[in-house]
């Protein structure tokens, strides 16, 4: 057993690497498809949000031997199958062990009055109508230990963001995206990186 798992999980989805890929500039590696998608809404890295191109990241052979060699467990509770990294999250998609309902997915907003203010916990207790920081401290207090994978409603919600785009950590997802009130400050006509400087820039003037 590998003694830091999370090195095997992509940044974008949370889940294990799907064909890696590692960017030339910054050192990140993330799943290819995971990588395409956060470049044709912004190019620059997901995670550093360095300047790139698609052709920065290019398929590391490495960590893709390390996904074929290393094995562990299904993450669902009763489960008892062991595999290589690399089939293991095609079989934890559809473990019979998970639980029967489908991934919860978000309706995308219409164009008149998106709702980008109040979201409904993705795990559905029942938990609705709270604000970025409100769905944060609710998940981690709530379903910090929950690794269902759910779509983001915030990214659901936002002009860059993907209704189809399945986190398979959310808690951990949340502490790394979503950490501002972006409806307080927010030109949802910019891209996420100017956003998010203008955010952090206004929080600071208001404190």
């Known amino acids: 057993m590998d003694e830091d798992p999370a090195r095997f999980n992509c940044p974008v989805c949370q889940d294990i690497l799907e064909h890696p890929v590692t960017t030339r500039a910054c050192n990140h590696t993330f799943c290819r498809d995971c990588w395409n998608g956060s470049l044709s809404a912004s190019e620059k890295c997901p995670l550093c949000r360095h300047v790139c191109t698609l052709g920065d990241a290019l398929p590391n052979a490495n960590m893709d031997a390390e996904l074929h060699r290393v094995q562990r467990k299904c993450r669902y509770s009763g489960c008892e199958v062991t595999m290589a990294l690399n089939l293991l999250r095609d079989h934890e998609a559809s473990c019979p062990h998970a639980d029967d309902e489908p991934i919860p997915t978000v309706e995308p907003h219409g164009p008149a009055q998106p709702n980008r203010s109040t979201f409904n916990c993705p795990y559905e207790c029942g938990a609705e109508h709270l604000d970025i920081k409100q769905l944060v ?71």
């Open 137 to 207: 401290d609710h998940v981690l207090a709530d379903h910090k230990r929950v690794k269902k994978p759910v779509v983001c409603p915030v990214c659901a919600a936002m002009p860059w963001g993907r209704a189809d785009q399945v986190s398979g950590d959310f808690p951990a997802h949340l502490q790394a995206r979503h950490r501002f009130q972006y409806d307080t400050y927010t030109d949802f006509d910019k891209d996420d990186d100017e956003i998010l400087r203008e955010v952090m820039a206004r929080s600071l003037e208001d404190s």
